[in-house]
């Protein structure tokens, strides 16, 4: 089993991916935009190892208009090291790759042109996977799309748009329920009538469900029927509600003892887990380390390097909870560990809460700056005290610190970042 995320990272130095609109294309833009995208795929993906993450998903921002005619360029030609490096990675390391074409790629529209534009979305996407070399196993990801007030004509027209599709397209694809349109019991006929692995979400499910009787593992045990050997593991989304936003909305991050309990309904190894939430990579090293079986107090100790001046500025009561909590290193203690950050990250940040944090921190640097960075420092944290900055300029004043310095141990925190 792997546990996984999506598209983008949190406190990942060199990650982020760059975009373009249209007004400002020229080929020496997109040449410098996908140049500086791939350098940040392999990043993330360096990252994804060394956290001993398999399961990932690529952004399909990664080649701007990538689909679109307004791209020329032969990027997969232009770029093929770069891709044969990443994809060599993705492969001797064993990380499953997938995509997933946005709410504009629908492939059961009415409009003709609408649907030639998710044809060439759906061959972009299968380039990108063919130029990193990867197999069939590593998939990209659809819904059915519109109903357009007659289901039954709709799915109809989604069955024979696929079977126009070209070969290598369809070898990538799996189709998954949605939270509005197409219920699992519905995607599973067509999946079963097509031959296409079906991917089964827990919160689509959780609020478009065909029948409430119904549990999650059933229709995840339904779903294995659909996954062939030449697919590899079966996949499924899992994410958890927002409950202080609009119906289908990711919660920030995973409360693992409600995905503890989910992981160990399935009962079976032989299965992949895609976290959908807003914390990303946060999350999946998160819950990765509630269900490895290596159970070294050692992981919650590197974890507890990154966010221990985050937790320490929103309660340092907490805190100390932490650090108590970590002191016998005979036991594993990560439900407790993860929830008393849950639970500290909910806690509303005070200006006395927030110096003492910045003060740990300029711990590092009192002693090596200049008198001229010390003053400045100093007169930025009165400032903030009488309310006349913001916290960020503290940070900010910190984080040029730490990279002037090269402190190490707060590059890796997320003390600038949460």
């Known amino acids: 089993m792997s546990i996984g995320y999506a ?3 949190i406190g990942v130095s060199d990650a982020n991916l760059k975009s373009c609109i249209a007004k400002n294309l020229s080929n020496e833009k997109l040449l410098d935009i996908i140049e500086h995208n791939l350098k ?12 001993n993450i398999h399961l990932f998903r690529i ?5 701007p208009f990538g689909s679109s005619s307004l791209n020329k360029l032969h990027w997969w030609e232009i770029f093929s090291e770069e891709f044969f490096e990443i994809g060599e990675e993705i492969r001797k390391n064993n990380i499953r ?6 709410q504009y790629t629908v492939l059961n529209s009415l409009k003709e042109d609408v649907v030639n534009r998710a044809i060439e979305d759906l061959n972009y996407h299968t380039r990108v996977l063919d130029s990193l070399g990867v197999s069939e196993e590593n998939k990209i990801v659809l819904h059915i799309g519109g109903i357009y007030n007659d289901k039954e004509q709709a799915i109809n027209r989604f069955m024979n748009n696929y079977e126009a599709l070209e070969d290598r397209v369809k070898q990538r694809l799996v189709i998954e329920n949605d939270d509005k349109s197409y219920n699992i019991n519905d995607v599973l006929k067509i999946g079963t009538k097509l031959n296409v692995p079906v991917i089964f979400d827990n919160l689509h499910n959780e609020i478009n469900p065909h029948v409430e009787e119904k549990s999650d593992l059933y229709w995840i045990d339904e779903c294995k029927n659909t996954w062939k050997k030449k697919d590899g593991y079966q996949k499924i989304h899992y994410s958890q509600q927002d409950i202080l936003k609009k119906t289908g909305s990711h919660s920030s991050t995973i409360a693992v003892d409600r995905f503890i309990d989910f992981y160990e309904s ?3 190894e032989d299965i992949d887990i895609m976290l959908e939430v807003k914390d990303k990579n946060l ?3 998160k ?8 159970k070294r107090i050692s992981k919650l100790e590197e974890e507890w390097s990154k966010y221990k001046y985050t937790i320490l500025e929103n309660s340092p009561r907490i805190y100390l909870e932490i650090r108590n909590l970590l002191k016998n290193k005979k036991q594993y203690p990560v439900v407790q560990f993860y ?3 849950d639970e500290a990250m909910k806690e509303e940040v005070t200006i006395g809460n927030a110096e003492n944090a910045a003060l740990h921190v300029w711990g590092y640097f009192k002693n090596i700056v200049d008198t001229k960075e010390k003053e400045s420092f100093l007169k930025s944290m009165d400032n903030y005290k009488k309310g006349k900055v913001s916290i960020n300029v503290i940070k900010n004043k910190l984080l040029k610190m730490t990279v002037k310095h090269n402190e190490k141990y707060l590059k890796n925190s997320y003390y600038f970042i949460l």
């Not at 940040?40 to 956290?51: A, D, H, R, V």
């Not at 790759?97 to 946005?102: A, F, L």
């Not at 819950?287 to 290596?294: E, F, G, H």
């Open 7 to 9: 598209c983008l990272t």
């Open 40 to 51: 940040s795929l392999k990043n993330i993906i360096y990252y994804n190892i060394k956290n």
């Open 59 to 63: 952004s399909s921002d990664l080649i």
């Open 97 to 102: 790759i997938s995509m997933h074409p946005g």
């Open 266 to 268: 399935l009962g079976r």
């Open 283 to 285: 999350s999946a090293v």
């Open 287 to 294: 819950c990765i380390n509630c269900v490895t079986k290596d």
């Open 339 to 341: 929830n008393y950050i």
